[in-house]
T-cell receptor, first 112, second 114 residues
Framework: DSGVTQTPKHLITATGQRVTLRCSPRSGDLSVYWYQQSLDQGLQFLIQYYNGEERAKGNILERFSAQQFPDLHSELNLSSLELGDSALYFC???????????FGPGTRLTVL | DQQVKQNSPSLSVQEGRISILNCDYTNSMFDYFLWYKKYPAEGPTFLISISSIKDKNEDGRFTVFLNKSAKHLSLHIVPSQPGDSAVYFCAASEAGAGSYQLTFGKGTKLSVIP
């Protein structure tokens, strides 16, 4: 158990809908990272927040957004969903020194 | 453009023997490297890491070697155990960029045969 929690574990929705994925980092970790794992692309970095502020952005679509709240939990919002958004979404957190990330169990999103 | 490559999608090894998983990278700015292990339906689990100032790091049965001139790293597991059967991901980050975002390889599925 990494100490990072993600909810829900599974999510099934329809094209055009909007969903919110939630992540709680390990106690004391200030950084939260979001990654997408699709079948053909492997694990890809989406976005990082550090202590409530956006720190880095990767291959994140404009239809996706994220935020980190004062209690340090983070949410990833996916809107206007398409079939191709079906994937595993992982959250990771790291301590203030940042060099090692610990991953949550993931949310499996299925868009029908 | 794949900056981190794991060219072997799968590897089978007998129990008790050495497993060697390889990883190549193209971005010379990467300065921190990690190996993660992943079981189905679980998140990646951190195994071992190495900074670019070192060429070897050891933790129990796991050793990571880094060859900066060849932009190559490898993970050695000795002795291999059936519980090591999983997908192994190599990852790299450029700490100097202000973010430790990870760039991952596509993984190598290790099967340890009893």
């Amino acid at each position: 158990d990494s100490g990072v929690t993600q909810t829900p574990k599974h999510l099934i929705t329809a094209t055009g809908q909007r969903v919110t994925l939630r992540c709680s980092p390990r106690s004391g970790d200030l950084s939260v990272y979001w990654y997408q794992q699709s079948l053909d692309q492997g694990l890809q970095f989406l976005i990082q927040y550090y202590n409530g502020e956006e720190r880095a952005k990767g291959n994140i679509l404009e239809r996706f957004s994220a935020q980190q709240f004062p209690d340090l939990h983070s949410e990833l919002n996916l809107s206007s969903l398409e079939l191709g958004d079906s994937a595993l979404y992982f959250c990771a957190s790291s301590d203030p020194w940042g060099d090692t990330q610990y991953f949550g169990p993931g949310t499996r999103l299925t868009v029908l | 453009d794949q900056q981190v490559k794991q060219n072997s999608p799968s590897l089978s090894v007998q129990e008790g023997r050495i497993s060697i998983l390889n990883c190549d990278y193209t971005n010379s700015m990467f300065d921190y490297f990690l190996w993660y292990k992943k079981y189905p339906a679980e998140g990646p689990t951190f195994l071992i890491s190495i900074s670019s100032i070192k060429d070897k790091n050891e933790d129990g049965r796991f050793t990571v070697f880094l060859n900066k001139s060849a932009k190559h790293l490898s993970l050695h597991i000795v002795p291999s155990q059936p519980g090591d059967s999983a997908v192994y991901f190599c990852a790299a980050s450029e700490a100097g960029a202000g973010s430790y975002q990870l760039t991952f390889g596509k993984g190598t599925k290790l099967s340890v045969i009893p």
